[in-house]
């Protein structure tokens, strides 16, 4: 390797990098697989797996044609920009394995992508609701698809450049999810669904590392995306337009069922205006209700059923409860009838102190104060200190 | 160790051909079109290959015209007959199993107007000559139907098929860029007036191929330019390209008959033997084996289905044991769609995506089958292991 030694002991997380049990992989080695997206970080991952004497496969999965609703047909003349499916980040990934000289692959999991994560995604925003796309995709493709494809190439674990961190833990005999020490990076809220079985093959190396660190180690690698800037979009959805999204692919569905256009009406049922479809609209959103008022609105509800956006004052966002479904439970077996913790409500939220009820299967949060915006759709994620405890999905009813 | 068994997507150049190309690259530098003695012995090597394709094809070298590879022959012939052609003559017959040079092209016809009839296959692989009888129309001016399949090795009934394009006063085209330089290939005999090959197939470097194009028949170029007009494929000449492709087909003429019934035997053994070891097997396309396949099947290509295997997991884990093969044709962006070869022989999608494809070289050896049999064993026992269909309980509890 003819990188220079510039990177001080504390750039290489040991501990995550070696692979296997007990007794260590050799330079024989055993195999990891990397999930690359052709970003930095999941670069950096196979770069740093590979310094610590893995055998490093990279698999990167095709998702969707990018060129799909764009009306654009898969053998008509293709335009010379982004004529990859998946633009152009396979290109970088591959370019980034060759600079590795790492064996590389690229899966297609077009189809259960579309059924697993876009689907859900449509359906979700179509019953009112403001899902996550990235977590359904890590529980159901990253962490269960890619996984098994791993290991059935001989893979025993799947590396990703999640900023997040995963130990096992003797005392409770349970893997752990922890926060990633870049605190600004942290991805442990998308990633509450995965399973002990799940977290016992997942191998997260950038967890005990900052940005800034990632990027200087994938500079002394010379990898070719080392200057390569972040992406924020969900994936799948041109310029992050996702109401043209769901247009567009109910449309191409030919479904019936559109997010018609329907009423927006105030607290007490006034009809203030209207709007062309419910999938516009997110809890606590005050741009483009198309009203004007002297004071400010938000938008307080959305009603499937009737179409209705009910809208209102930023003080009326507010609410200290919520029930919490389909969990899942990290740092223990299952909930104790009742327990202390802080609540995640999403992903740019900061984690408030709350008590949490168990009640069947599921639970009910109350929060110390009243939070805003509790959107049905997104994730209520546990914390003790940086310890995921567990995790699930937000109702419409407060409870 | 490291083994090929791809030679569907590529075969490696021949030492002889190798040797034959150098020259070309180094010091016979020439242009074929010019007049001094460089270009003198470009031309005599231009011409002394496409004798040598000739005497492979037992045709007149005139009727050979060099391309860039199978995908530019398929394109001109189908494109070259069809705007050749008269305003009323907009009809095309073809195959659903065609490769993408083939599809690609009628699709592109069919933007432009034309109508393209594409010809189902039962559930061998093999075309019904009287279906083709019963697409014809009377403004239909080609059919285009490929010789043997890259992905089953099925081999279509070309002549009779040729015979009922001659009684219908249309051209016919066939693909033979699997077929030529492995198994006999005689376009007058099958009775083709175009027939499409390519070098790499068969032991020659890439870039290089040809179009047989029956004597006096009038093509419409795709590209112009060169010294005479109407040309069907003028430009300076890839004179290393064409040498090499000449090479490999003199090469191909000399081991044809010993090669061709070797690689059948060495093909059988390791068919007969994954069959025999595995559970949940099968052949996809003809199955036969033996002296009486060879009329049917390539002598080099076992496409076979597992049941409970990801065929492209599988594909990645003999490739990290080092066995190369695939899983269907190869595509540009490296990514694997159910074929459309198998799903066309009426298969389940689980079982085009189960599917993979071994095809043998002419160095492959007995104790190559031996080495493959041992890596596919372990893998495929793993990926048995933790199938989808055998491991949800344990992976979601």
């Given amino acids: ?399 | 160790m490291r083994l090929y068994v791809d030679n569907n997507a590529t075969t490696p150049v021949a030492d002889q051909v190798l040797g034959a190309m150098l020259p070309y690259l180094r010091e016979g530098y020439g242009n074929p079109a010019s007049i001094h003695q460089f270009g003198q012995q470009a031309r005599a090597a231009v011409e002394q290959a496409r004798a040598q394709v000739a005497a492979l094809l037992n045709c007149k070298p005139e009727e050979i015209v060099f391309t860039s590879g199978g995908t530019e022959s398929d394109n001109l012939a189908i494109l070259g007959v069809v705007r050749a052609g008269s305003g009323r003559k907009r009809h095309v017959i073809t195959s659903a199993i065609e490769h993408h040079a083939v599809l690609h092209t009628c699709r592109a016809l069919e933007r432009q107007g034309v109508t393209v009839s594409y010809i189902p296959v039962d559930a061998t692989g093999l075309v019904d000559p009287d279906q083709v009888r019963r697409a014809l129309r009377p403004e239909t001016s080609l059919i285009t139907i490929m010789h043997a399949n890259n992905e089953t090795g099925a081999i279509e009934p070309i002549t009779e098929i040729a015979e009922i394009a001659r009684e219908a006063g249309v051209r016919m085209h066939t693909d033979a860029v699997q077929s030529t330089g492995k198994i006999l290939v005689h376009p007058q005999e099958m009775g083709v007036d175009l027939l499409s090959l390519s070098a790499h197939k068969f032991s020659g470097p890439k870039g290089a191929g040809a179009l047989y194009v029956r004597e006096a028949l009038a093509l419409e170029p795709m590209i112009y330019g060169g010294h005479n007009e109407g040309e069907p494929r003028p430009g300076t000449e890839n004179v290393a390209g064409i040498v090499g492709l000449g090479a490999a087909a003199s090469l191909a003429l000399e081991e044809m008959d010993s090669g061709r019934v070797r690689i059948r035997e060495l093909r059988d053994s390791l068919e007969e033997s994954i069959l025999s070891r595995f559970e949940d097997v099968g052949v996809n396309g003809p199955a036969l084996r033996g002296p009486e396949s060879d009329a049917l099947r390539m002598p080099n290509t076992s496409n076979l289905y597992f049941d409970r295997v990801e065929g492209e997991s599988l594909v990645i884990a003999l490739d990290l044991g080092g066995v190369a093969c695939s899983t269907g044709s190869a595509c540009s962006s490296g990514t694997v769609e159910p074929s459309h070869v198998l799903m066309a022989l009426g298969h389940a999608r689980e079982r085009a995506k189960s599917s993979i494809r071994f095809s043998l070289g002419r160095t492959h050896r007995r104790e190559d089958n031996q080495f493959l049999l041992e890596q596919l064993t372990s893998v495929v026992r793993r990926l048995r292991a933790l199938s989808p269909q055998t491991s949800v309980a344990e992976t979601r509890s």
Avoid at chain 1, 272 to 297: E, F, N, V
Avoid at chain 1, 341 to 357: D, F, G, M, S
Wanted: aromatic share 8%.
């Fill in chain 1, 1 to 399: 390797m003819s990188c220079e030694p510039v990177s001080p002991e504390a750039l290489r997380p040991e501990s995550v990098l070696k692979n296997g049990s007990g007794d260590g992989a050799s330079a024989a080695g055993s195999l990891v697989a990397v999930g690359m997206s052709g970003g930095v970080d999941s670069s950096t991952v196979a770069a740093l797996l590979q310094e610590a004497g893995n055998r490093v496969v990279g698999l990167t999965m095709q998702l969707w044609d990018q060129r799909r609703l764009t009306g654009e047909d898969s053998s008509a003349p293709m335009k010379v920009e982004g004529r990859c499916c998946s633009g152009n980040d396979i290109h970088d990934a591959r370019r980034v394995a060759e600079h590795l000289k790492v064996p590389y692959y690229v899966l297609n999991f077009q189809s259960r992508f579309e059924e697993k994560v876009v689907r859900p995604f449509v359906e979700n925003y179509l019953a009112g609701r403001t899902p996550i796309p990235c977590t359904l995709c890590n529980n159901h493709v990253k962490f269960d698809d890619l996984l098994t494809t791993a290991r059935q190439v001989g893979a025993d674990s799947l590396a990703t450049g999640h900023y997040a961190q995963v130990e096992f833990d003797q005392a409770s005999n349970r893997y752990l999810l922890r926060r990633a020490v870049d605190t600004s990076k942290d991805q442990s809220y998308f990633l509450f669904g995965l399973t002990q079985a799940q977290l016992s093959r997942t191998l997260f190396p950038l967890g005990s590392l900052t940005k800034q660190q990632v990027r200087e180690i994938a500079g002394r690698f010379r990898l070719p995306v080392a200057q390569k800037p972040e992406s924020q979009e969900i994936c799948f959805v041109p310029q992050g337009d996702y109401s043209r999204f769901l247009d567009t692919y109910q449309q191409e569905q030919g479904s019936e069922e559109q997010a018609g256009a329907g009423e927006i009406v105030s607290d007490d049922g006034t009809v203030l205006g209207t709007h062309d479809g419910i999938h516009r609209y997110t809890l606590g959103q005050r741009k483009r209700l198309g009203i004007a008022t002297g004071s400010p609105l938000y938008v307080l509800s959305i009603d499937p059923a009737s179409k209705q956006v009910k809208v209102g004052k930023d003080s009326d966002l507010y609410s200290r409860t919520c029930a919490v479904h389909d969990l899942n439970w990290i740092a223990q077996e299952g909930p104790p009838a009742k327990f202390r913790a802080t609540v995640k409500i999403r992903h740019q939220h900061t984690p408030a102190p709350a008590t949490i009820h168990a009640d069947g299967e599921r639970v009910r949060v109350e929060f110390d104060s009243a939070q805003r915006a509790i959107t049905p759709g997104q994730a209520a994620v546990f914390y003790d200190g940086d310890i995921v405890i567990g995790g699930g999905w937000m109702d419409r009813s407060a409870g």
